[in-house]
């Protein structure tokens, strides 16, 4: 069986030249000035295809930072315009569509959280309908493939052909080293059902630890994903949310600089 999605591919919508692709920024825009000074500093490594940032952070608990909100949107803009880097942000809600593409965000993220809500990204697509604008849909926090084809045949029915997934791997209960379970078979699974479906790794939420991120990368690529998605904070040591796995723009350079791609069959 394979999926009926009506894909475009990856080089229609973000810059695929650099090797690898790799979507960059903070887990949550903090400040401006931590927000358009991580941007600088990513744009400079001349290897980031676009800058992501939360700006509604839809937490697991309360009583923590649930993001900047709409004021970011700005603060992207700013670090767009004077990076040139095109903008990436999550999207939880219609009204989060409607003010995203108002202020001229590139692409939008659908997170874990919501994929696992089928009413939630109905809304989503409701949202996007007439809407041309590139959607990147999270694999849901339980390990339910189900649930996250659901959720990219909702948003490529309304009309998103711009599509990719972003395997971020999932909860579970036993403890082992990563922060979420990456069940490779399951993002296998989705590739070998949609071949032309782009996936993005996200190794940042898989291990919840900067120092797995290399590995995690270098497995995603060895699995044929076509990109990276990883949190990049100019001070991790002090940020707001996911502070244990955000690296510095240059140790995601040294990051980067160490991944193989894989060699083309011949
Ligand atoms: C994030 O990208 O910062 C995030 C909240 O991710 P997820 O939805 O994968 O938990
Ligand atoms: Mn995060």
Redesign the pocket.
Known sequence: MKLDLNIQPLESWIKTGKEPLVIAGP??AETEEQLVATAHLLAATGKISAL?A?IW??RTRPGEFEGIGSIGLEWLKRAKDETGLPTAV?VATAKHVEEALKAGVDIL?V???STANPFTVQEIADALKGVDVPVMV?NP?NPDLSLWIGALERINNAGITKLAA?H?GFSSYEKSAFRNEPMWDIAIHLKTLAPHLPMIN?PS?ITGNRSLIGYVSQKALDLDMQGLMI?SHIDPSVAW??AAQQVTPAALVEIIDHLTLRKPEV
């Open positions: 887990c949550s992501r939360g952070k839809p999550e993220w997170g874990a959280r999270k926090v972003i971020r996200d939420h949190e949310t996911d």
